[in-house]
């Protein structure tokens, strides 16, 4: 009996600590130390009201914005995929006809509007919903910007320059632009007298 009244105090301990108290410090910890991170990174407009998150991209197709990565899931935004929330790639393989048929159109698109394509803006992510690009795929779409907002180039790219997220721990990745955050900022950018 010794020995059975041990394993179930053991268990009722072990299941308090693991079920309770550790998921209550961490979400403490989260709400404490990170909330923002904790609460999903949303953005929200001038208004207070939610925009976005910098985790998740968002399509742009306007020329008065900078674009984002093709997505092959529309960032969730589809009526079949916003209540799953799916995420991933198309898994063509390189070769697949679907899939250069996919990329060929969107090249055209962007020779159309006299942006040099850069492989950010032709090729999905794997999630589908990266919020990044380039800086070289901000660059390339500044002139098609400025003219279509009536603004200097020279503002737009400065502009650019001061979104761009550097590395990761200053090493790891690539530097790149939010997209979201970019053309937030490209609406609050009053034009030079």
Known sequence: MSQLNKAVRSTLAL??????????????????????????????????????????????????????????????IS?????????????LAPGNPELLKRIQVEVARLKQA???????????SGSGLDPHISVAAAQAQVRRIASARNLNAAQIQTLVSQNIDGRFMGIFGEPGINVLQLNMALDALQPVS
Do not use: H, K
């Open 114 to 124: 006299n942006i040099q394509p850069t492989a950010d803006l032709v090729y999905t």
């Open 79 to 91: 009526p079949e995929v916003a209540t799953t929330g799916v995420s991933g790639a198309s898994n």
């Open 15 to 76: 299941w308090l600590l693991t079920a309770f108290l550790y998921p209550l410090f961490m979400l403490l910890c989260g709400q404490i130390a990170f909330s923002f991170q904790a609460n999903g990174s949303l953005i929200t407009n001038s208004q207070g009201t939610v925009v976005g998150s910098t985790l998740i991209g968002q399509p742009f197709n306007s020329d008065r914005y900078f674009w984002s990565r093709p997505s092959t899931v529309e960032y969730s």
